[in-house]
């Protein structure tokens, strides 16, 4: 097995090639003893401004062969040297169940497209629904129609279509969880078009203008190995008897259905809503709510890189903060999907709401750095009541859209404000620049979002200003609201089989139905679900 070597530093000017000389001076051995080495991980360690580096991990397979690299491995007796781990990929072989109609995957998003990337490859034919359009026609739909011509298409838009939401953000692909899947995911993207460094980097990113791409060749390989993909293609209705699903109803049409792996996203409210009449059983949950805050690109970079800021070998810069306890009884205020050199972009479900996100393209070289600023809440936190009501904070985020709609203008801009005049309490005045394609229009940003929610951002703020001089300067923006941070609804699925605990047949995925929180998360969830699908059930007759 080969070695992994932890920890190798290189300048910021030093090159690559130099890795196998600093591997042989840690192991004790010529360079010339080294036979073969790759990069598994790169990270930028950044703790230091007088001293910034890249740090690497590297394997590597010595001239002598395995006997010599276990040997070599039990001498040194060092952590930062070992056999590289062997990672075992989950067993899967199909069941026995009959499953005379094939597996229906409702969703186009990470979650579905993965769910039916792997139903596909075994053999199992799924149909997989989105109510969008594909990215050709979704893409005319969104930077001509809709950033041109200020024309909201309500079925294909920046939520609705191939790839969900997903296809318009900054790709990212970091997480916290570690199973062996995430190699498998990453590698599948990577085979449909992604940059090799997302195989090594520890916090990758794709980009919003590579995943359209990728997302039309992971469908064209989906359809190749047997499943069928419908765009324009809405779930209406469930069929049930004796609360086991018979049918699905898609614009009219009735069709009897095997399992169905419902991965609709955090924005289609009014599938909810037909969900939670039909009796799926769902719960409300915890969910963010906050705005976006957007600097200029150079002052992150000096904020996280000193002196070296503007460094050929440095990526544009990010950071990650929390302002512990800011929200009071809500917690803390957080910084949420930062994009470097990226864009802020609208999110809105339905025509007459304005909603943001983040995005950035590949390159991430674009003037403006934005990230979410949230804080965590409960429905009854937002509505000040003790609902029980799983969909009610669906509801008032609705609420909130449509207000900062009509605080905009009325025609798509977004709502905003100076950082520091949000702090004084003072409209602002003057240029308004943004990277919001469909401009800003000055707003008290109080008028927008609920009280305490808007003060615990400002706290935040305040906090972050004491920390990165600047972070509330003339130069930060900040625009209401992000409201599609997480699900504040969770589809209720057991544990071991996901399937719902009310429709037998109907099996929740992704973070529409709150089991995710990502790109590489919801994918996984979609992954794990299939998997699922398939021990249990014999290929379609």
Known sequence: MPIVVRGLNLELDEPETLLPEKAARRLRVPVERIRLWAIIRKSLDARR?????????????LADGVSGEDRLVRRLHRPDVQILPQVLQPVIEPGREPLCE???????GPAGMFAGWLLAQWGYRPLILERGMDVTNRHRHVLHDYYRQGQFHPESNLLFGEGGAGTYSDGKLYTRLNDPRIRTI????????????????????????KLPGICRRMRKHIEASGGEVRFGARLDDLELADDRLQAIVVDGEKIACGPVLVGIGLSARDTYHMLARRGVAMAAKPFQLGVRIEHPQSIVDRWQYGPHAGHTSLPSAEYHLVAKKAAGRLGDCFSFCMCPGGSILPTNESAGQVATNGASRASRNGHWANSGLVVTLTARDLLQNDSDDPLAALNALADIERTAFELGGGDYRVPAQRARDLLDHRLSDGVLETSYPLGGTWTELRRVLPGP???????????????LPGFAGPDALVAAPETRASSPVRILR???????LTVQGLYPIGE???YAGGIISAALDGLKTAERIICHHARPC
Do not use: K, M, W
Request: aromatic share 8%; glycine share 8%; net charge negative.
């Open 453 to 467: 929610v808007i003060e615990a951002i400002a706290e935040g703020i305040r906090i972050f200003e004491r920390r």
């Open 494 to 500: 057991h544990d071991q089989t996901h399937e719902s």
């Open 49 to 61: 401004h007088d001293r910034l580096c890249f740090t690497y991990n590297i394997e590597l397979a």
């Open 186 to 209: 990453l590698e599948i993207f990577y085979r449909c078009g992604a940059d090799p460094e997302i195989l090594i980097e520890s916090r990758p990113h794709i980009g919003s203008d």
């Open 512 to 514: 529409g139905a709150g």
């Open 102 to 108: 094939r597996p229906v995957v409702v969703g186009f």
